[in-house]
């Protein structure tokens, strides 16, 4: 928060000092300690223009307080406070960015190889999350199912051991679909085995096939 009038902000639970949550440096004893209740505005910190905090002996406490005093005192005449949201580590803006939000507390690891396969400009966000259960072996095939309790064959070619690599595309119904609708596109070079197609995708170079094939 930044202070202005400081009518919004809270004392004890906004980061206004640039030094996190008071409440979670003092604990539950600063209250106490500083004479400030914990629902309090930081305007109601202030009497006779000048911080009204109660000082204290110990030395954490005491650093505290210095560094209240020489924060300037809230002013009705600066207007309201600002809400200033977390962009990185020590940059804070007065809007809010989800893409700013998301890469700060998302947990980041190393590009894996079928990336391009799964998420690419235009794709339709139904479909890239089938395939990116499909990569990672996450489908409700027959094999994951029997884990269930739940029996289950192809529905498309009645095959007992249904499996991710059996549907894509190793049944030989899906086989034939997909090759007669990607065959042009892929240059005739489609296959049966799944990881050679994910690989085949991967490499895009299908644009080449495409414009060889016209």
Known sequence: ???????????????WLQLGKLIDITGAVGTQYLGIPCNARVCEVV???????RGHRR???????ERIQREPIPDAQQG???????????DFKP????????????????????SRAVWF????PRYTFIVWLAVRNRLSTG??????????????????????????????????????????????ITDPDWTSSLQLVNT???????IGSC
């Open 143 to 188: 094999d994951r199912m029997r884990a269930w309790g739940i029996q289950r064959s192809c529905v498309l070619c009645g095959e007992k051991d249904e499996t991710r690599d059996h549907v894509f595309f190793a049944c030989r119904y899906s086989y034939t679909a997909c090759d007669k609708l990607a065959s042009r596109l892929s240059g005739n």
């Open 1 to 15: 928060m930044e202070v202005k009038d400081g009518k919004s902000a809270f004392f004890w639970f906004d980061n």
């Open 204 to 210: 895009n170079n299908l644009q080449k096939y495409l």
């Open 80 to 90: 309201s406070d600002v809400v200033l949201w977390k962009h990185s580590d020590d």
């Open 59 to 65: 030395r954490h406490y005491h650093a505290l307080h």
């Open 95 to 114: 809007w809010f960015s989800s893409l700013k939000t998301w890469e700060q507390i998302r947990e980041k690891k190393a590009t894996v190889p079928w």
């Open 121 to 124: 400009t235009q794709g339709v």
């Open 47 to 53: 009497s006779h223009e000048q911080w009204n905090v």
